[in-house]
């Protein structure tokens, strides 16, 4: 006989025979949803995905907005343009995120995709508004100490200058992915990996960026548990020097703008603004 | 036969560091061999952590949490992906749409963009990258001048005898031209004398510098200048104390071109 068997009473252990494992109807069905959901999961991996990357289509270019559209952008921009505070601009339909002043263009970023997302069972629907402002506290940035000179020193020219190149290497350093919240609730998620080239994904690559789908997922069940609105979301695919120029923008309590062009777009060059270019998808791989 | 200690761990039982030995059960107990079913040898799955004993088969069977846990990671795939986002591209994202038609007749747009094209600047206006370390004197959309230009270092520098502290940053956001002078003098603070290493005067007249701002300033408030240098080699890098230097060409372009009252934008 084998198996290991339970005593009853006495000074010694008690001895219990280990159950054999079976393959109950029960488990068999948990077994095949299990690997069901798996699949799906795997498989939606390879569709857009938000914050955990994947696939997306670019932007959809050329179409127009309508006149209602055009009405609420310029009716954003003119309360966003009354506070004389640098702002952000974010035209769904032209692929890129203005920096802007007073209505005028400073900076423009180039959004290689961009995509919105929505929880599930939210009710549907597009943006709450059309103006947010940004609550996420930025990070106090590194800053270098400057060092005090001796009277017969050396020169403010070459202190400077090493700080300055500290300062630089701390600027290289800036985020390049991050996300941004904003009151109403809106989080901006940037991503900058445009243009950089990446291995083809296998199944495992799928399975394993899924975990920030999952981890949305429970963030929203959360959210819900405790009675707060889940926020939709706008994923942008920068270039990574853009997304870390965008941080080193950025300014707390900014605005950002969503709308639509009000006007025909005009070439960044023709208007003398600086663009931050699109990275080339030859670029290899960081 | 008294069973060989050594043997146990070779019998499936690991040794457990300095806390954990392997017992002789003859030994330390003497009721085992009643208890033990022959299928297992006398001197095998007993371990002991400190004082106490215990036989291996009395840990709970993992393989009865394999169901719960299982379903537990079911439901928690299943609440991720079903609670989850479900995403779209970015174009077809539907705008806000608080306008009526009747607001968005070609009328009002027309109106609404004059609103907007009011509230910018009609005359010259100077854009500082601070990143980029450049500055560009604007008329609408054209550029008048691009400079490169100097901004603040973001360094901190601490006051060794007070503790006071300076941040060296150019300020982002939306400045004006106060006033611009020729020849500025430079009423040195506190900080220059704390970073050069010297005591702070206490006679005003000591602080004055006729030959560190350059040619031409011009007052952007809180101290901030627009203003020349004598270290032009460190034009383009981020070297000053918070103010925006230039070279001298560029500073008296700008200096002539621009009136008191234009407005600056820093980013």
């Known amino acids: 006989m084998t198996g290991v068997y339970r005593t009853s009473g006495g000074r010694g252990p008690r001895l219990s025979r280990l159950p054999e494992f079976r393959w109950t109807a029960g488990r068999r069905w948990a077994l095949v949803l299990l690997l069901v959901a798996l699949l799906a999961l795997a498989l939606s991996a390879g569709a857009p995905a938000g914050a955990g990357g994947g696939s997306a289509v670019p932007f959809a270019l050329g179409a127009p907005p309508s006149a209602e559209e055009q009405a609420a952008a310029l009716a954003a921009e003119i309360a966003a343009a009354k506070t004389h505070a640098i702002y952000l601009a974010l035209d769904p339909r032209s692929g890129h995120l203005d920096l802007k002043v007073d209505g005028l263009l400073l900076r423009r970023f180039a959004v290689e995709r961009g995509l919105f997302g929505r929880p599930r069972f939210s009710g549907g629907g597009g943006l709450a508004a059309d103006r947010f402002r940004l609550v996420t506290e930025l990070p106090e940035p590194e800053r270098p100490l400057i060092p005090i000179r001796s009277p017969e020193g050396a020169g403010a020219g070459s202190s400077s200058l090493a700080v300055s190149e500290a300062r630089a290497e701390s600027m290289a350093q800036m985020p390049t992915h991050y996300r941004l919240r904003f009151e109403p609730p809106l989080e901006l998620s940037v991503r900058g990996e445009s243009g950089v080239a990446t291995p083809d994904e296998s199944a495992l690559d799928g399975l394993w960026r899924l975990r920030f789908r999952l981890y949305e997922g429970w963030q929203a069940v959360g959210h819900r548990l405790i009675g707060q609105a889940v926020p939709p979301r706008i994923v942008l695919y920068l270039a990574p020097e853009a997304a870390q120029r965008l941080f080193m923008t950025l300014d707390p309590a900014m605005q950002l703008v969503i709308a639509a062009p009000p006007v025909p777009a005009v070439a960044p060059g023709a208007l003398g603004v600086p663009e931050v270019p699109r990275a080339a998808p030859s670029v290899p791989a960081r | 036969m008294r069973p060989d200690p050594t043997r146990s ?217 627009i203003h020349g240098t004598l270290y032009q080699r460190l034009l383009g890098r981020s070297v000053t104390h918070g103010c925006i230097r230039l070279g001298d060409e560029d500073l008296a372009a700008i200096f002539k071109a621009t009136p008191v009252g234009s407005r600056v934008y820093i980013y």
């Not at chain 2, 006051?159 to 150019?170: A, K, L, Q």
């Not at chain 2, 290493?197 to 006679?203: A, V, Y």
């Open chain 2, 9 to 225: 761990a070779s019998l499936g039982l690991e040794p457990l560091g300095s806390i954990a030995e392997v017992l002789d059960p003859e030994r330390e107990a003497p009721a085992l061999d009643t208890l033990l079913v022959p299928t297992l040898s006398q001197d095998r799955g007993w371990a002991a952590v400190g004082r106490r004993r215990f036989h291996l088969s009395d840990l709970p069977d993992l393989r009865r949490l394999i169901g719960p846990l299982a379903l537990a990671a079911l439901v928690a795939l299943l609440l991720g992906l079903g609670f989850g986002f479900s995403y779209g591209d970015l174009s077809a994202m539907p705008l806000p749409s608080r306008v009526t038609l009747a607001a968005a007749s070609p009328r009002a747009l027309a109106r609404a963009g004059q609103k907007l094209a009011a509230g910018a600047p009609h005359g010259v206006r100077i854009e500082v990258d601070t990143i980029a370390n450049r500055l560009f004197l604007k008329q609408g959309d054209k550029i008048l001048r691009e400079a490169v230009c100097s901004t603040g270092t973001g360094g901190l520098l601490v006051d060794p005898h007070s503790g006071r502290r300076w941040v060296f940053e150019t300020p982002h956001g939306v400045h004006r031209v106060l006033d611009k002078k020729k020849d500025p003098i430079w009423n040195k603070p506190d900080w220059a004398f704390v970073e050069e290493g010297t005591p702070i005067p206490k006679n005003e007249a000591e602080r004055l510098d006729p030959y560190s701002l350059g040619d031409y300033a011009l007052y952007l408030g809180g101290g901030y200048l």
